[in-house]
């Protein structure tokens, strides 16, 4: 798992990088929240959620990789969905 260098933008409050995988798939990870605002530090997988960008669903707990322990994990943190459709539709408008 690699971070695209000097990449970092901004989704209202919510800035984020990017990261990719041995083949190629792209994850978002949340990065200097506001005080206060709390997030989990794993990486969302790009293509397993961009199709519930738009919807009214909640995504609620998204499964994410954690990179200190390197496996798949749920989060814990309630704001993580709702952070991560707004990236998603930053990112994918």
């Given at each position: 798992m690699k971070q695209i260098p000097s990449f970092s933008a901004t989704a209202g409050n919510i800035q984020y990088l990017l990261?990719?995988?041995g083949n190629g798939e792209l994850y978002v990870q949340f990065n200097n929240m506001n005080p206060g605002t709390c997030s989990s530090n794993l990486l969302f997988s790009v293509s397993k959620y961009a199709s519930q960008r738009n919807s009214t669903a909640s995504i609620g707990l998204p499964d994410g990789f954690d990179l200190s322990n390197n496996c798949s994990a749920t989060s814990?943190?309630?704001n993580d969905g709702g952070f991560l459709k707004t990236v998603l539709c930053h990112l994918l408008p």
């Open positions: 990261w990719v995988d814990k943190n309630n």
